[in-house]
């Protein structure tokens, strides 16, 4: 089982740019949640996709948005990227029919905007 | 914004020592979970506790949860170099759906040999 993975590991984007983020959920989950973890902070909730649909969002612009596909991997798009967005992003998987289960998270991609 | 709040920020021990790490949040939970970070990278989930227990041990680890001060805290018995991380509390509210994780701060922890 490869767990959680994200691609890529690392990225440099230059201010307005867009920037795709990828992320494969582990074996047998079918519910992928974004993280932005801004350095030394928390994990900040971004948004949320199961069945190929946007369930909850954070308090994010609409610079950020996602997609979920049929075999339940993810991509996160932001746009116009500006310094701020620099980051960890993180990916994290959970089966959307068990309540109180723990979440799985991938290594996450390092976004630098310069 | 952050409902959990960690204490201490920042923690050094020595290896053999017992580290205690406190989690603070602000609404109802269906349950907390905690987290730990090496340098940055991915979050690997260590327990789960649900809202209508008290305490769980895993290994090294002793969790309590205290719903009525809204507070949890981690203790990790015989501390190992290896345990050096940020540890991270995540709340799983109980309104507006329990799939979203809310994380605080974190506690970086130190652990020298």
């Known amino acids: 089982d490869a767990g959680v993975t994200q691609s890529p590991t690392h990225l440099i984007k230059t201010r307005g740019q867009q920037v795709t983020l990828r992320c494969s959920p582990k074996s047998g989950h079918d519910t992928v949640s974004w993280y932005q973890q801004a350095l030394g902070q928390g994990p900040q909730f971004i948004f949320q996709?199961?069945?190929?649909?946007?369930?909850q969002r954070g308090n994010f612009p609409d610079r950020f948005s996602g997609h979920q596909f049929p075999n339940y991997s993810s991509e996160l798009n932001v746009n116009a990227l500006l310094l701020g967005d620099s980051a960890l992003y993180l990916c994290?998987?959970?089966?959307?029919?068990?309540?109180?289960?723990?979440?799985?998270f991938g290594q996450g991609t390092r976004l630098t905007v310069v | 914004s952050q409902q959990g709040e960690e204490d201490p920020q920042a923690l050094s021990i020595q290896e053999g020592e017992n580290a205690t790490m406190n989690c603070s949040y602000k609404?109802?939970?269906?349950?907390l979970q905690w987290y730990r970070q090496n340098s940055g990278r991915g979050l690997v989930h260590l327990i789960l506790i649900r809202s209508n227990e008290r305490e769980k041990h895993s290994g090294r680890l002793r969790v309590t949860l205290d719903t009525s001060k809204k507070s949890s805290s981690l203790l990790i018995t015989a501390s190992r170099a290896a345990d050096t991380a940020s540890y991270f509390c995540?709340?799983?509210?109980?309104?507006?759906?329990?799939?979203?994780?809310?994380f605080g701060k974190g506690t970086k922890l130190t652990v020298n040999p």
């Open positions: 609404t109802s939970i269906n349950n």
């Open positions: 995540a709340t799983a509210p109980s309104q507006g759906g329990s799939e979203k994780l809310v």
């Open positions: 994290a998987s959970s089966p959307w029919a068990e309540l109180n289960t723990e979440a799985f």
């Open positions: 996709y199961y069945e190929e649909e946007e369930r």
